[in-house]
């Protein structure tokens, strides 16, 4: 194989013209791993050979299942993710050797539609700010590749598997996808079901996908959408399956000061506004709700509060956390309800204010980060592009736009539609991929 054929739409062409074996796909995917894993770092858990090749020969056995369309295709899961009798550690030293007895929701979806785990991909702790994996950024290895979701981004933009699942709170997935040149979309609060992962903000923690393209990423999420009756958060959840089509959409460019990345970053962004114009889509502006920095104060109240309540063995097991995560559950076990209940009643109000702004245009578009990876592996980078979006549960698409010409690392934009309305995020990102090759690019992994 080779870097153009790693997407899932292709693997699945070949495999459905016998033009590939399960086996031979799974054979490549575990020699990449071999080479560049200790290069990159990005999988806490890799299953073992000979269970993935039994796997594969099992799924040749008996031939590609009629609308099973990711069959036999290798992926990443986030080590915060329960997979059952393998290790599920969320990058804390409070869970080393924990195995969960079951899947989570996801992993079951996945497992139904033929996918094939190949491993839990690296997290920060407890997919908090804090304790940073050693996972290094493919585009360059002295740079963090984001997180918290660090290897799910880096699996993909390393080519060490074909999609990835993370979560995102703040902005897990839309910032390390951005960082590492990846495709990847935070649906709408609720769309995914979360059962069986790891919480750390039940109220907004969001299931995010991972992959090099915009239609990659509509193979995935078709297979994931909908609602589940272990998880109360998706019974508003609307199985809306994602295709490729074209529409005509008005997009905004938000003007707030807030958004205004490195000069770098601006200038690439600029020019897929322009590329995005000529795709024919109308480019106008816009400016966030009125709420909208005060809402970012309640997000952090809100997730503070959360982690604590979830972290209720914290008084016996300080010593086991990280400075920074400690810092978190502090300040957490500090609010009072009225503290937390003021904070979610505010974020309700932040998030009407922007279901109507995104009436009245159809997405908004800012750079999905303020400036390209930073160096260095202590830090995972600012989410504050990304937490306002997360904070008002609506669906976000990241997809690469170019590169830093002093350092060679991506750069990213993310497109916001309101609830519900993916299908928007598709049309446009398809559109952009059409007349972009940035996505196609894939690192020089020395």
Sequence with gaps: MIAEELTIAKVVAKLQKKELSVRELTEFFIQRQAKLEPKIKAWAYVQPVATLL???????????????????????????????????EAGSKTLNGFIPTRDATVIEQLTTAGALLFGKTTTAEFASGGGAPATCNPWNNEHTPGGSSSGSAAAVSSGMAL????????????????????????????????SGIIPASWSIDTVGIFTRTVEDVTLVYNQLVGQDSRDDTTISARKQKLSLGENSYHLAVVTDDY?????????????????????????GTAQMPKLFAAAN??????????????????????????????????????????????????????????????????????????????????????????????????????MPIGFSQKTGLPIGIQLIANRFSEQKLIDIGRAFQQVSDVHRQLPIIR
């Design 259 to 283: 958004f205004q990345g490195s000069p770098e970053v601006m200038q690439a962004f600029e020019a897929a506004i322009r590329l995005l114009a000529k795709c024919g889509f109308t480019i």
């Design 297 to 398: 104060e309640a997000h952090g109240i809100v997730v503070d509060s959360e982690t604590a309540a979830y972290h209720r063995d914290y008084p016996q097991q300080k010593e086991l956390y990280s400075p920074e995560l400690r810092a978190d559950i502090e300040a957490g076990l500090a609010y009072t309800a009225t503290d937390y209940l003021q904070a979610q009643a505010l974020r309700w109000d932040y998030q009407q204010q922007l279901f109507e702004l995104l009436q009245a245009v159809d997405v908004l578009v800012t750079p999905a980060t303020p400036t390209t990876a930073p160096q260095g592996l202590k830090t995972t980078g600012s989410p504050r592009f990304n937490k306002p979006f997360s904070n008002g549960g609506v669906p976000v698409l990241t």
């Design 163 to 194: 999609f990835a699942i993370g979560t995102q709170t703040s902005g897990s997935v839309i910032r390390p996808a951005a960082y590492t040149g990846v495709t990847a979309l935070k649906p709408t609060y609720g769309q995914l079901s979360k």
């Design 54 to 88: 039994a796997r594969a020969a099992e799924i040749d056995q008996k031939g590609l299942v009629k609308g099973a369309t990711l069959t036999g295709i290798p992926y990443g899961v986030k080590d915060i993710i329960y997979t059952k009798g393998i290790p599920t």
